[in-house]
């Protein structure tokens, strides 16, 4: 990182490698002492650290007791562990994110079941337990609490002390209508109060969006008075992981794929395809496109529905649709080169349009393990060979570390892309858990 001239690194803490049975066991002061040094090497470096608390994994013993995140008790166990945190490493850190992307978890968890706890009901999937038409807003309800009440410790104990800020991250999406009728450009709507508003209208707000009132209603858990104090204006910045953006079609007045047509999905059905051709460029993962114009549409929005509240474009980055394994071709990655220049100009120019953006991310440093994909997809700027784990720069390295230098793209038409389109956003990059 030092040497590609990054100012900024995003990592996540295992809760398990600091509290391996949560607040039922003890704290593991090996777990304490790994991220200390990680921490007080990226200080040496003038690197500064942007810490994720929560990146999905939990303690199993809190799933075997009460169910983790579908029992309100899991919000304190949250606190218990952001506190522990904040005390350990707080005196450095300057930038906390409480959790990384509960709206992607929720739908991966308890509505397709494809993550832990494998949460499913027909016709989203046929998992052991689960029913994806109610279990999703509960679990996103206790997290939005648990965040809120982290934020409301953070800010009463420590903020003023140690001199941070504290936000979160949401896994974010832009749409476009399928066809141009009212009822595709009402899905777009729809869909994104459904994926973006459901985590950040009630941080910013107290109440969850309009539409998944309406569509949802009994099953959307009901903030209390009490509640609503302290989880209205829970942020000091929003977060955003934005790879692509997708089609919208409306499941209300239409036939629709069944799931779709269901209330927890708003009624919209989501594609990359319209007759057969991909919204964008295709990616390794099948539902990501390259799609730039769609960065600066949901800076936009985001600027538009929260006040132009600041932001960080936490992650962003591409993996290749065909997977390589040569290493000579996985190094002359020319596509990801172009992939974040397109990226990159698009959020220059939103910035330029006002939005009051802080930060940007590429995902990822190295090639790392991705979740249920392993090491299949490959978004990193260094290659790591598997056998040795030596890493090696991609092309895509070498062009980021030029940019940071402040070099041009190498593309006239990019419309001036230097870092100076940025003034003083913080340019860094990240990994997972795994790949630290």
């Known amino acids: 990182m030092c040497s590609l001239g990054t100012n900024a690194y995003r990592f996540s803490i295992s809760w398990t490698r600091i509290l391996p049975r949560g607040k039922f066991g003890q704290v593991n002061p090996r777990g304490i002492m790994f991220y200390n040094k990680l921490i007080d090497n990226l200080l040496e470096r003038g690197i500064k650290p942007f810490v994720t608390i929560h990146h999905h994994d939990i303690p199993q013993e809190l799933v075997d007791r009460y169910g983790g995140w579908l029992s309100p008790l899991m919000q304190e166990d949250f606190v218990y562990f952001a506190e522990i945190c904040f005390k350990s490493f707080g005196d450095r850190i300057k930038n906390w994110i409480t959790m990384n992307e509960p709206n992607l978890l929720v739908d991966m968890s308890y509505i397709r079941g494809w993550y832990p706890p494998a949460h499913c009901s027909p016709p989203f999937g046929n998992c052991s337990a689960g029913n ?3 279990e999703p807003p509960i679990a996103m309800h206790n997290m939005i609490l648990g965040h809120a009440k982290a934020v409301k410790l953070y800010r009463e104990l420590f903020q003023l002390k140690q001199g941070g800020s504290i936000g979160i991250v949401g896994f974010a999406e832009y749409f476009e209508p399928l066809r141009d009728n009212e009822f595709d450009r009402q899905a777009v709507s729809r869909a994104l109060a459904f994926t973006n508003a459901w985590l950040f209208d009630p941080l910013v707000y107290g109440d969850y969006p309009a539409e998944m009132r309406l569509y949802l209603g009994s099953a959307l858990p009901i903030f209390s008075p009490e509640e609503i104090n302290y989880v209205k204006g829970s942020l000091d910045f929003i977060g955003m992981n934005f790879y692509t953006s997708l089609y919208t079609k409306d499941c209300i007045h239409s036939a629709c794929i069944s799931g779709w047509d269901r209330p927890i999905r708003g009624f919209v059905y989501t594609t990359g395809e319209r007759d057969g051709e991909p919204i ?3 990616c390794g993962n099948p539902r990501f496109f390259v799609v730039p114009e769609g960065m600066e549409k949901i800076v936009s929005y985001m600027k538009e529905r929260y006040s132009n509240m600041p932001m960080l474009v936490t992650e962003n980055g591409f993996s290749p649709p065909q997977q390589n394994d040569q290493v000579q071709a996985l190094l002359q ?5 172009d992939f974040h220049k397109s990226y990159l100009a698009a959020l220059a120019r939103a910035i330029r349009n006002g939005a009051d953006v802080r930060g940007y991310f590429v995902w990822s440093l190295i090639d790392n393990f991705e979740w249920i994909d392993g090491y299949s997809q490959r978004f990193g700027l260094y290659y790591v060979d598997r056998r040795t784990l030596e890493r090696v720069p991609k092309l895509s390295a070498k062009w980021y570390k030029k940019f940071l ?5 190498d593309h006239s038409n990019e419309e001036d892309l230097t870092t100076r389109s940025f003034g003083n956003t913080i340019l860094g ?5 795994a790949a630290i």
């Open 333 to 337: 990655d020319t596509n990801r080169v």
């Open 280 to 282: 964008g460029g295709r």
């Open 429 to 433: 990059s990240e990994a997972s858990k």
């Open 132 to 134: 994806s038409d109610i």
């Open 405 to 409: 230098a402040n070099g041009t793209t």
